[in-house]
């Protein structure tokens, strides 16, 4: 099977930011494991895909994606990772049951409404996405294998964009009210709040064993980024704003470390209570003093158990054979 991958400007894989861009990386390779031809229309990252063919972004006009020349007709399936709604809507209308677009982030509700009328494959990555037809179903990302250890350090760990959304203030609440040590690690997005919850607050920075206070490490990658998940002795994670999935917590998990998080989006299902984590139902009131009692209750959970869920509900393995068969039926041109 010819499989063409339409993604944003980011590089694929990212080296250090980019979510949507390693699930890319993931079924890239993974596809190419099983014999598809795969051509991705984006940028390479800085590490080798190998049997990857790459095509630049070719633009219509300020929205539309167009499909590189050479590229027309020797595919099978378009998979379109560009979820605004132009695009979607208009590869719905060129190709239609054979292209797929992924939700990597949510629309509003009332625009999702047209969503079950359009002729074309719709994939939501997180169960509490409405499912508006037949043509839209859920298959959530696959977490890769990272550095597993059961011994844990004593830090907390807060990752993702410096953001009101993302709840970074309220992780910083949180260690302080406890008094425990918290590194945080992520792009800054607004200045202002970088201003007053990273300058404001951060007094002593540096990252690893016996790290006190709060610190800052910037924007991360590679293999400190790994580490950083696997030695912490927990992610803190309170949201504001409804993820379409977030793979920042699994990522944790899959490393053996447990997630506190507050219920928002497709957590519950992510996260099940004394296994991986727990998720407070704060009644859509972030309320920090609902959180901190949790900390106590990490002694319950298995490190081995906390990576095995990920591994049993959310395997890059599973998410392959999800696609696999819809990319059949895409390459068919059947519908629901």
Not at 94 to 117: C, E, Q, V, Y
């Amino acid at each position: 099977m010819r499989i063409l991958h339409v993604t944003g400007g980011v590089p694929i894989p990212p080296l250090k930011y980019g979510g949507v861009e390693r699930v890319v990386e993931q079924l890239a390779l993974g596809q190419i494991a099983k014999g598809h031809e795969v051509y991705i229309q984006g940028n390479a990252g800085h590490r080798e895909l190998p049997g990857v063919e790459w095509f630049p972004i070719l633009m219509e006009d300020d929205v539309h994606r167009k499909i590189n020349p050479e590229l027309e007709g020797n595919y099978d399936v378009l998979h379109n990772h560009v979820c605004n709604q132009p695009n979607t809507f208009r590869f719905a209308q060129t190709h239609g049951f054979k292209a797929i677009t992924t939700f990597h982030s949510n629309w509003p509700d009332a625009d999702r409404k047209l969503l079950g009328h359009l002729q074309t494959w719709i994939v939501n990555i997180g169960a509490h996405m409405p499912k508006e037809g037949l043509n839209v179903i859920y298959i959530p990302y696959g977490i890769p294998e990272g550095t597993f250890l059961a011994e844990k350090d004593d830090y907390l760990y807060h990752t993702g964009q410096i953001a009101s959304e993302k709840g970074t203030d309220l992780a910083i609440q949180f260690a302080e009210a406890t008094g425990h040590s918290l590194i945080i690690s992520g792009p800054m997005r607004d200045p202002a709040f970088f201003e007053e919850w990273i300058r404001g607050h951060v007094r002593s920075g540096a990252a690893g064993k016996g790290v006190s206070d709060i610190g800052y490490v910037g924007e991360v990658g590679g293999a400190l980024r790994d580490i950083l998940f696997a030695r912490a002795k927990c992610l803190l994670f309170f949201p504001r704003w409804e993820e379409a999935f977030g793979l920042v917590p699994l990522e944790a998990c899959i490393r053996g470390t447990p997630v506190i998080a507050r219920m928002r989006s497709a957590l519950p299902a992510m996260i099940k209570d004394g296994v991986n984590g727990f998720v407070i139902n704060d009644n859509n009131n972030p309320d920090v003093n609902l959180y901190t009692p949790y900390l106590e209750r990490l002694s319950e959970i298995n490190p081995y158990d906390c990576r095995q869920w990920v591994l049993d509900n959310f395997s890059v393995g599973k998410m392959l054979r999800s696609y696999e068969e819809l990319y059949q039926k895409a390459a068919a041109g059947e519908g629901p």
